[in-house]
């Protein structure tokens, strides 16, 4: 009888202990918001190019936004949901989207952020043309050049930006602009013409495909890629090989520009977070205001512009 009263203290010191030890050990951790509520869901929708051509530049935002989900997950407020739709498909938007992204390409690969608000609050998350032109404008003087052939997509707004091309350097060089198709394969003709005139560097405006048929075009004409530059294309070409040996200017967007979704789905996330209220969606008017007062003052999320080249059919950034 008196060994089972010991174990029987025994045993109920034990538990004591344990349970002391469960209570402290329960005071030490605090976990994490989100799995101590329900969280609240918001829900976001991305359109994407995910078939065709440019399907490869979908494919690199989606993953960029599901990096970013997984980045923030588990430290916020809300819980937070993309769903994806192809640029190609006539898809509706979820009615419950809180926010949209959009990816573009022409003249310069963007995302533009949309809010469901009354006022249907609209961003640009891109690397502003000013700077690129400015960063073109300063790097060219390095170069031994008079001659400067613009080749031109016509096709969205590249016109526009060749225009603003040849305000900036005009003054400087010589221009003559020569402008292409959507689908053009024979380029001798606007070549010719180019080299005729004595051009001593050739710089594209245009979409990546096309981009990539007046590469070959200008190989076959003898023009090497230290005589041609571009903007933006080499970042989103499938032939990287094709732009080897080329200095460009290119956005420090990343993988086929992928980052500049990132920036979107996070500046979204952020705004929420900041406007969080337990079990309370926030007025998306005032995650419109957050977003423009801390990541957009004039609407637009600026990514940086980089001189950059591309060897072995690796990209890699100039260091200034």
């Given at each position: 009888?008196?060994?089972?009263?010991?174990?029987?203290?025994?045993?109920?010191?034990?538990?004591?202990?344990?349970?002391?030890?469960?209570?402290?050990?329960?005071?030490?951790?605090?976990?994490?918001?989100?799995?101590?509520?329900?969280?609240?869901?918001?829900?976001?929708?991305?359109?994407?190019?995910?078939?065709?051509?440019?399907?490869?530049?979908?494919?690199?935002?989606?993953?960029?936004?599901?990096?970013?989900?997984?980045?923030?997950?588990?430290?916020?407020?809300?819980?937070?949901?993309?769903?994806?739709?192809?640029?190609?498909?006539?898809?509706?938007?979820?009615?419950?989207?809180?926010?949209?992204?959009?990816?573009?390409?022409?003249?310069?690969?963007?995302?533009?952020?949309?809010?469901?608000?009354?006022?249907?609050?609209t961003f640009k998350v891109q690397t502003p043309e000013e700077e690129t032109l400015a960063l073109l404008k300063?790097?060219?003087?390095?170069?031994?050049?008079?001659?400067?052939?613009?080749?031109?997509?016509?096709?969205?707004?590249?016109?526009?930006?060749?225009?603003?091309?040849?305000?900036?350097?005009?003054?400087?060089?010589?221009?003559?602009?020569?402008?292409?198709?959507?689908?053009?394969?024979?380029?001798?003709?606007?070549?010719?013409?180019?080299?005729?005139?004595?051009?001593?560097?050739?710089?594209?405006?245009?979409?990546?495909?096309?981009?990539?048929?007046?590469?070959?075009?200008?190989?076959?004409?003898?023009?090497?890629?230290?005589?041609?530059?571009?903007?933006?294309?080499?970042?989103?070409?499938?032939?990287?090989?094709?732009?080897?040996?080329?200095?460009?200017?290119?956005?420090?967007?990343?993988?086929?520009?992928?980052?500049?979704?990132?920036?979107?789905?996070?500046?979204?996330?952020?705004?929420?977070?900041?406007?969080?209220?337990?079990?309370?969606?926030?007025?998306?008017?005032?995650v419109a205001q957050t977003i423009q007062e801390n990541n957009a003052p004039n609407k637009v999320i600026s990514?940086?512009?980089?001189?950059?080249?591309?060897?072995?059919?690796?990209?890699?950034?100039?260091?200034?």
């Amino acid at each position: 009888m008196s060994i089972m009263t010991t174990r029987t203290k025994i045993i109920l010191l034990a538990i004591a202990v344990i349970t002391a030890l469960a209570t402290v050990f329960a005071a030490m951790y605090k976990p994490k918001r989100s799995n101590t509520i329900v969280r609240p869901i918001i829900k976001l929708t991305a359109v994407l190019p995910l078939s065709g051509e440019e399907s490869h530049l979908g494919l690199a935002a989606q993953q960029a936004i599901q990096n970013s989900l997984r980045q923030v997950d588990g430290d916020t407020g809300y819980k937070y949901e993309v769903s994806y739709i192809d640029q190609s498909s006539e898809t509706p938007l979820p009615p419950d989207t809180k926010a949209l992204i959009n990816f573009e390409i022409s003249p310069a690969p963007k995302v533009i952020i949309t809010l469901n608000n009354d006022e249907k609050s609209t961003f640009k998350v891109q690397t502003p043309e000013e700077e690129t032109l400015a960063l073109l404008k300063s790097g060219l003087k390095d170069k031994n050049i008079k001659n400067i052939g613009l080749l031109i997509l016509a096709e969205g707004n590249y016109r526009q930006t060749a225009q603003n091309i040849h305000q900036q350097l005009s003054d400087s060089y010589t221009i003559r602009g020569a402008v292409f198709q959507k689908d053009q394969k024979d380029f001798d003709a606007m070549l010719n013409m180019l080299i005729n005139n004595d051009t001593d560097y050739y710089l594209i405006i245009g979409s990546p495909q096309e981009s990539d048929n007046l590469m070959k075009a200008l190989h076959d004409k003898g023009i090497n890629n230290y005589r041609i530059s571009a903007l933006h294309a080499p970042d989103l070409t499938t032939q990287p090989q094709l732009y080897n040996d080329m200095t460009y200017i290119g956005s420090a967007a990343g993988t086929y520009d992928g980052g500049l979704s990132a920036a979107a789905t996070l500046a979204i996330i952020n705004s929420y977070e900041k406007n969080f209220k337990k079990d309370l969606l926030p007025n998306l008017n005032l995650v419109a205001q957050t977003i423009q007062e801390n990541n957009a003052p004039n609407k637009v999320i600026s990514i940086k512009a980089n001189w950059k080249k591309i060897s072995e059919g690796k990209i890699s950034e100039l260091k200034e």
